[in-house]
C-alpha cells in the first residue's frame, strides 16, 4: 500500500463505505462522496476528475480544467457533484485524488506505519 493510499483509506475514508473497482479507484455513493468532499477541502486533498457511474460504468467524467480551477481548488468538484447529484440522486462518484507530498509527511506523524509482512 502506497503512502497516498494509505492516507485516504485511513485518514479521508475513515467511517465511509466505498467500493474499490481498481487500482486506486474508490466509488462512493452520493451522500458518502459529498462528506468527502467536504473531507479533501478541510486536509487540503485536491481532485484532478470526477467520475459518475451508474450500474458499474463510468457514464460521464468532469475535470477541474472543465472549470477553470486548480486541483487543489475543491469548488469545482463541489459544483460537478450537485450538477450531476440534481441530474440523478442514483448516480455514484469517484475522484483521481491529488495529495501533496507535503501533506503526506505531515501525516506520517499521526498514521501509524504499516509494514508489509515478510513470508
Known amino acids: 500500500m502506497t503512502p497516498q493510499e494509505q492516507f485516504l483509506t485511513q485518514t479521508l475514508f475513515s467511517d465511509l463505505n466505498y467500493e474499490v473497482k481498481k487500482?486506486?479507484?474508490?466509488?462512493f455513493n452520493a451522500d458518502h462522496f459529498k462528506e468527502l468532499i467536504k473531507r479533501c477541502a478541510s486536509n487540503g486533498?485536491?481532485?484532478y476528475r470526477l467520475l459518475v457511474w451508474k450500474d458499474?460504468?463510468?457514464?460521464k467524467i468532469a475535470t477541474h480544467d472543465e472549470y477553470n480551477k486548480k486541483a487543489t481548488d475543491v469548488r469545482?468538484?463541489?459544483t460537478a457533484y450537485y450538477?450531476?447529484?440534481?441530474?440523478?440522486?442514483?448516480y455514484n462518484f469517484s475522484t483521481e485524488?491529488?495529495?501533496?507530498?507535503?501533506?503526506?509527511?505531515?501525516t506520517e506523524m499521526f498514521?501509524?506505519?504499516?509494514?508489509?509482512e515478510e513470508e
Open 23 to 27: 487500482e486506486s479507484i474508490y466509488v
Open 56 to 59: 458499474n460504468e463510468v457514464v
Open 76 to 78: 469545482w468538484l463541489k
Open 111 to 116: 498514521v501509524p506505519k504499516v509494514e508489509d
Open 83 to 90: 450538477k450531476y447529484f440534481y441530474e440523478d440522486k442514483t
Open 45 to 47: 486533498v485536491g481532485a
Open 97 to 106: 485524488f491529488k495529495v501533496s507530498d507535503k501533506l503526506l509527511e505531515r
